[in-house]
């Protein structure tokens, strides 16, 4: 009598994961390596602190060329001009830093 092996209850084959997708599944999301987060600027603080100080708010956006040429620039032409251009350059400084901070947002994919 020849004794026939125990037969094994059939299981349904899977296919193997690829590495990718076994890492995706099982590790929550991180933030890509290599790129450094951005925070956004605020405008309105860009727009007091250009107000506060002519080119102040160019330099908290980071344009500090465009700031220390605001400065320059304001101060022979007010020198020149008796401090009578001196206010539209307040209102330029003003303007000009919200908008640089407006621009670093979106540039940086931020809305609004």
């Known amino acids: 009598m020849a004794e026939t092996p125990p037969t094994q209850p059939e299981q349904p084959i899977q296919p193997p994961q690829q590495p990718a997708q076994a890492n995706a599944q099982q590790q929550p999301q991180q933030p890509m390596q290599g790129y450094m987060r951005v925070e956004p600027k605020k405008p309105w603080l860009a727009a007091l602190l250009g107000l506060i100080f002519l080119g102040l708010g160019l330099f908290y956006v980071g344009k500090w060329g465009y700031g220390i040429l605001l400065i320059i620039v304001g101060v022979i032409v007010s020198v020149f001009t008796a401090g ?25 994919g931020y809305p609004g």
Do not use: C, E, G
Request: no cysteine; net charge positive; hydrophobic share 55%.
């Open 84 to 108: 009578l251009a001196a206010p539209i350059f307040w209102i330029i400084s003003i303007v000009w830093s919200y908008t640089a901070a407006k621009s670093y947002n979106r540039q940086a």
